[in-house]
Structures are given as structure tokens and as C-alpha cells.
């Protein structure tokens, strides 16, 4: 009998040190990825970090913080989903204070979950983010260093994109840089760009190709483009696997990322 009790107990500790493996390190395990697209002739650098999600990410700020002095960007952009509950905007300013403590500019968008927040806490998010040094951008664009435009596009899968009214003040004649959270808008960007960075997939999370044919995440996840770089017209434009996760707070088979882009 105590040998039967034994094999339990070392099948019960395998499977937990196994699924801990699988499950958990993937949440761990933050990979800078570097993406270089020359062809955007920005000559600039740029660090995205996508899809925080404090209330589940196991990336701490101290972490981000030694990307961002190793890395040393020219610019940094945060493709949205912060938090969707209330509760959690204290450890979103833990966050924001460690990714703008560098005097790098900073520009930034919401995500779906962050519209999941009410009003006057999503209105305290964005506070948050404006004193942490971030540049918030919804719908609308801004003029870097007299040199090219950074394009804030709103969440397309909370319907409060408007290709149209972010380019409205955009200059033609100089290059735009977009910013969003769900890549399925570049579906329906009519105007022109140069490179496009977004994230809201997470890489699949549970990385089972089938997966997103049960689960709707639009047209591209539907088509199996769910993370890395890819074109469309021509024009390119990058999904981040993300730092965080949904719930269940566990990745299979893909990591965690922050993505350095020479453009």
C-alpha cells in the first residue's frame, strides 16, 4: 500500500512540475526580439512593449526597467491593455513609472481591456500614464522631432478606431509611424504609413494552431497571422506576443516579448 501512495505521490509531483514547465515559465520568460524593417526609413529605434496587463503578468517593473537602460531606445511605444479593473491602476503606475523614469519618450495606446474599465477609471488610467511622461494618442497623431509622425489609432475591436480622424492632422509629405492594439485594423487603414506596431493576440497564448478557429479573434487570427511581422498592400506592420496574459495566467509554447525595432 505505502508503495502505491508513493507512485501517487511521484506521479502527482511529475505532472505539477511538468505543467509549471509548460504552463508558467512561458509567463516567465520575457524575449527581446529585434525586427529590422530598413525599408521604413525612419533611421530611428524603437522599443514596444504590448498588452502589460498588470493584474497577470509575471514581468516585474524592475525587469523593464533594465531592458530599457540596456537597450537605451530613441523612442518606446506601449500598444495598450493595461489593466481592465479599477483596483489594479496602482500597480499600472508602478509600471508606467519604470518604463518613463528614463527621460525616453514615450507614446502610448489603449487596448480592449482598458476599455473594459469605466469611464472615469479609464479617464484616471490615462492621468496616470500623461504623469508618467507617456503621450497617450487616441485617434490622433503627433509630430516627433520635426522628423516624422507617430499615428495613435483607437481599438478596433472596441470600435473606437477612426483611421480617418487620426490622420487628420498628418502631413502627407512626411513619414507616419502607427500605433494600435488590435492588428485587424490594418484591414481598413486606407492612408499611408510606414510600419505599424500592435499586439492583443499574446502570440495565441496557448500556442494550438487550431485555437483560433473556435475562438473569434478576427480576420488575420482567423487566417493564422497572430504574431511577428507581416504586410499588407505592402505596408508592414508588427503583432508583439505581449508581456502579460489573460486569464488563465499561463502561456503554451510562446513566451513573453518586448520588441526592439530598427526602422
Known sequence: MESIWLIIVLIAAGAA??????????????????????????????????????????ISPRRLSRVIAQQQPDYICVTGD????????PKV?????????FGIPVFAVL????????????MTLISIL????FTVLLNES????????IVGIDDFGSRKS???????????????????HDPNIVLYVQQEYRYLMSGHFHGMQFHVPPLFRFINKGPLAAIGIYKGLHRFKGRPFYISRGM????????????????????
Not at 162 to 180: E, G, H, M
Not at 247 to 260: G, I, W
Open 93 to 101: 503606475k508602478r509600471y508606467a513609472e519604470a518604463i518613463g523614469a
Open 142 to 149: 503627433v509630430f516627433v522631432d520635426g522628423k516624422f509622425q
Open 130 to 133: 500623461q504623469k508618467a511622461g
Open 244 to 263: 502579460g496574459q489573460t486569464s488563465p495566467n499561463a502561456r503554451f509554447l510562446v513566451c513573453c516579448e518586448v520588441t526592439m525595432h530598427e526602422l
Open 111 to 122: 487596448g480592449n481591456h482598458d476599455y473594459r474599465l469605466a469611464d472615469s477609471d479609464r
Open 17 to 58: 512540475l511538468c505543467a509549471y514547465g509548460f504552463l508558467i515559465v512561458p509567463t516567465q520568460w520575457l524575449k527581446l526580439e529585434h525586427v529590422q524593417v530598413r525599408s521604413a526609413g525612419l533611421g530611428i529605434r524603437v522599443l514596444q512593449i504590448s498588452d502589460v496587463h498588470v493584474e497577470f503578468t509575471r
Open 162 to 180: 477612426d483611421p480617418a480622424l487620426a490622420f487628420a492632422q498628418v502631413d502627407p509629405d512626411k513619414p507616419a509611424l502607427v500605433i494600435t
Open 82 to 89: 493595461f489593466t481592465q479593473k479599477a483596483k489594479h491602476l
